[in-house]
């Protein structure tokens, strides 16, 4: 079964940068830069929210809510997927979770203040 651990959340203020990092256990990397690969989002009392894939042969897309400030991307020889996040604003706070397969991590709080 895939395990996925989620890390490089915290604190930051508005404006700031922050790069998630996912790392992938119970999977060949041969297999996993076959997969398609995904950042989601839950802020409090709101609904998960997909905010960008990546293909495996990596083709991107991203929530228009972050697009030109988030670029994920994919390492498959170390099976990592990030989440680079810059001009980061208050509405991006949320517990950011990396789906593979239908799994996913315990998520990394993010959390956007001054």
């Known amino acids: 079964q895939v395990q996925l651990v989620e890390s490089g959340g915290g604190l930051v203020q508005p404006g700031g940068s922050l790069r998630l990092s996912c790392a992938a256990s119970?999977?060949?990397?041969?297999?996993?830069?076959?997969?398609?690969l995904a950042w989601n989002r839950q802020a409090p009392g709101k609904q998960r929210e997909l905010v960008a894939t990546i293909t495996g042969s990596g083709s991107t897309n991203y929530a228009d809510s972050v697009k030109g400030r988030f670029t994920i991307s994919r390492d498959n020889a170390k099976r990592m997927v990030y989440l680079q996040m810059n001009s980061l604003k208050p509405e991006d706070t949320a517990v950011y979770y990396c789906?593979?397969?239908?799994?996913w991590g315990q998520g990394t709080q993010v959390t956007v203040s001054s």
């Open positions: 119970g999977i060949t990397s041969s297999f996993y830069e076959t997969l398609g």
């Open positions: 789906t593979v397969l239908g799994n």
